[in-house]
């Protein structure tokens, strides 16, 4: 079975200091990975995915994820932090073969911005 | 226009009682998913119906039955209810049934009181 761990529940960063939110993933075979988005009260909203091609994706907001496959690593990173980043972010692995996939959630990493 | 619409928003009942969660999505998918998120902000997904049948089913007690009347919407009914029933319950579609190739969109969240 495929998963991901979270390594941080919290991260705390000052507005214009560089974001790092750790993910490691467990998986038998080349996965698919994702980083979702959830502000407080809302849905989940996708950031960027990686499914086999860059290994550096380029997300939304500034946000961008780079898979190491030697490290097991798909780390969120963003240059610099601004207030409306503070969320929970997931990072995401999919399971299954092409007609059964199903998203696999890490734990969460609360991000805290301070201004 | 709302993506994906959950009714109502906050449902507080008492235990032993039945409950229906409706979901509705404008995207024109034709895959459709119920997720649970716990306290601990832990996500995991419950169901998932593509083209109205039923895909995925987690090992959820039978006390959950989603029912999908039509592609666009796709119903959560729990009976019974009990104090661990208590959660934040996501809907989310997608425009196929691959998750790694489809993002998911997700719902506002129906937050689910047991008391």
């Known amino acids: 079975a495929q998963s991901v761990t979270q390594l941080d529940s919290h991260v705390s960063v000052s507005e214009g200091t560089p974001v790092l939110l750790r993910c490691n993933y467990s998986?038998?075979?080349?996965?698919?990975l994702f980083w979702y988005v959830q502000h407080p009260n809302k849905g989940l909203q996708l950031l960027l995915k990686y499914t086999s091609a860059a290994t550096l994706v380029k997300g939304i907001n500034g946000f961008e994820a780079e898979f190491k496959k030697s490290e097991t690593s798909f780390h969120l990173t963003k240059p610099s932090a601004h207030m409306s980043d503070a969320a929970e972010y997931f990072c995401?692995?999919?399971?299954?073969?092409?007609?059964?996939?199903?998203?696999?959630f890490g734990t969460g990493t609360r991000l805290l911005v301070s201004p | 226009d709302t993506a994906v619409s959950q009714t109502p928003k906050y449902l507080v009942t008492q235990m032993g009682n039945d409950k229906s969660i409706k979901c509705e999505q404008n995207l024109g998918h034709d895959t459709m998913y119920w997720y649970k998120q716990d306290s601990k902000k832990f996500l995991k997904i419950m169901f998932s119906?593509?083209?109205?049948?039923?895909?995925i089913n987690e090992t959820v007690p039978n006390r959950f039955s989603p029912k999908s009347p039509d592609k666009a919407h796709l119903n959560l009914h729990i009976n019974s209810l009990e104090l661990g029933d208590s959660a934040v319950y996501f809907c989310?579609?997608?425009?196929?049934?691959?998750?790694?190739?489809?993002?998911?969109?997700f719902g506002p969240g129906t937050r689910l009181t047991v008391t």
């Open positions: 989310a579609s997608s425009q196929g049934r691959a998750a790694s190739s489809y993002e998911q969109y």
């Open positions: 995401v692995v999919s399971e299954g073969n092409t007609g059964f996939q199903k998203l696999v």
């Open positions: 119906y593509n083209n109205k049948e039923l895909i």
């Open positions: 998986s038998s075979y080349s996965p698919s």
